[in-house]
């Protein structure tokens, strides 16, 4: 699937995990801003901090369950009001990429981000 780009803070997609022996996950912080995320599997905590390359499993155990990150991305850049979040999946039927954009009110306020992929 090619890039999205959805202005809004909230995700709701299905991700094909196909066959794959590795599923991947990333979440990264875009526009020079900070932030962290967490990643839940089914209601269960798997990792928090800088999402990079996270191996989530192989298909075989993921599919029919729920993956859900929540991000925050803080407005500290001066030069811009804009966050961005972007939630990459990697190994499975295709590599999928999403970004989240969304303004903060004013400097150093924060934008929580959340995305919720079914796996199918």
């Not at 996270?54 to 029919?64: K, M, P, Q, W």
């Not at 850049?77 to 004013?106: C, E, I, M, S, W």
Request: cysteine-free; charged content about 15%; overall charge negative.
């Amino acid at each position: 699937m090619p890039s999205q780009t959805i202005n809004g803070d909230t995700l709701a997609a299905t991700y094909s995990v196909g066959t794959a022996a590795s599923i991947r996950i990333s979440a990264v912080i875009g526009d020079g801003q900070l932030g962290d995320s967490a990643v839940w599997l089914d209601g269960n905590l798997l990792t928090t901090g800088d999402v990079n390359h996270f191996d989530i499993g192989a298909a075989e155990t993921l599919r029919g369950r729920q993956l859900k990150f929540r991000s925050i991305a803080s407005g500290l850049n001066p030069q811009t009001l804009r966050t961005t979040v972007t939630y990459f999946l990697a190994g499975g039927t295709t590599d999928d990429d999403y970004t989240l954009a969304k303004p903060v009110a004013g400097d150093a306020m924060s934008v929580v981000y959340e995305a919720t992929f079914q796996l199918v």
